[in-house]
């Protein structure tokens, strides 16, 4: 069966996809400006998830995991407004890039079989060489995993004491207000 070559578009069909693409991004940001509601509840979601999965993927200790995840629920909605800003400037290109690509269909990459006189055993693949020598690559892991464990730390540590900071702020806001009136002298009584 001979297969046929893609037709290359026009340069009318060009600017017409390039006009519905347009129109296409103009819609949703439309439809993200008007259902501002939904896309909060969107990001609400993505937000509680994201915190929960980056909690106990960068802190799996107990004692490093709850305040953690408190601080996170505490600074969302500072987040919150800065997260609908970029999702509605941003996200509709994103989707029509996305959508453009599901629509483009573009053909398989074209495999061609190479017939040569080169021995059988010329044919199967080799080993590749490392980069690096092993005694220097176990030295490079250990430096990286060393550079990893002080991030951890520090992560764990500015977590601790962003929850420590903003949990005394709140002790005091919900403290009653010291009195500033005069103590009562004390002496004897008349």
Known sequence: MLAMAPRSKTPDEERREAEQLRDLQLLLENLFQREEATARLVLSHLYDMGVINLANGKAPHPWANRPLKNTAKL?????QPLALRWFQQNCPKLIVNWLQEQVAFAPPAATTVEVSAAPVS???PSAPAPALPPAQMA???ERLRQQVARFRRLAVGLAL????????????????PISTAPLPARGLNP
């Open 75 to 79: 600074v969302k909605p500072l987040v």
């Open 122 to 124: 010329g044919l199967l």
């Open 139 to 141: 030295a490079e892991m």
């Open 161 to 176: 004491a962003l929850t420590v900071a903003i949990g005394g702020g709140l002790w005091a806001l919900g403290r009653p």
